[in-house]
């Protein structure tokens, strides 16, 4: 009995994370199509973007899709509360991961999501896996119309890069108030710090 409870013991610390399909929760990190991820731990948030282009112009977009999640990780999924910025209400779900993919169940539909990326409610929303998210902490969505990127914590802000309202960043690291972030949404991947104040991050109800 004593071997047999070593044993256990021992599994235990070498492959605390067996039950997650064969990843560790930091793999599960990463972009998944229009989807952002972080999980760390237990702990899950992710930030939804998409657009559909109307009105006889790509400059206007004529639905949109966002909003921003976060939940706890069981296994393979994770229970999840949504909620589109500047709402005061949650939609619940669930997002659960599997090789390469993830998908995306909700209760129902955040707005104008039925229009651009499709039905999230009564099948779960297919998402594949285009990135990995080494060494992220965390996601947010700007909350601010423009935020520049500084090169550290506290510095002179200049033109550029810079970020706008909505655009969704993975957080690398923290420092006091200040968030380093990197946005992927460009031609090419923009990083830098960012004051919390600029960032949408939290949920509006518990």
């Known amino acids: 009995m004593t071997r047999y409870c070593l044993g256990l013991a021992v599994l235990t610390i ?3 994370y067996m039950s997650y399909a064969g990843d560790a929760p930091e793999e ?12 760390v731990g237990e702990q899950v948030t992710g930030a939804f973007r998409e657009y559909r282009t109307g ?10 899709c966002i909003f921003m999640l976060k939940g706890s990780l069981i296994d393979d999924h994770a229970a999840i509360v949504t909620w589109a910025p500047g709402d005061k209400d949650v939609i619940h779900g669930t997002l659960t991961f599997s090789r390469g993919t993830a998908s995306l169940k909700l ?12 039905d999230m409610v009564t099948k779960p929303f297919e998402l594949s896996k285009v ?6 902490v965390g996601v947010g969505m700007i909350s601010v119309k423009k935020a520049i990127l500084r090169s550290k914590p506290n510095a002179k802000p200049g033109r550029a890069p810079f970020v706008v309202q909505y655009d969704p960043v993975v957080i690398l690291s923290r420092k006091e108030d200040w968030l380093e972030v990197a946005y992927f949404g460009g031609e090419n991947p923009v990083r830098g710090w960012l004051n919390r104040s600029e960032l949408n991050l939290n949920s509006p109800s518990p």
């Open 28 to 39: 599960l990190s990463g972009q998944y199509d229009n989807l952002a991820v972080s999980v």
């Open 55 to 64: 009105n006889g112009t790509d400059d206007a977009p004529q639905f949109s």
């Open 107 to 118: 209760d129902q539909d955040q707005a104008g999501c039925a229009m651009t990326s499709g």
């Open 131 to 136: 990135s990995e998210g080494n060494g992220w």
């Open 14 to 16: 070498l492959f605390p």
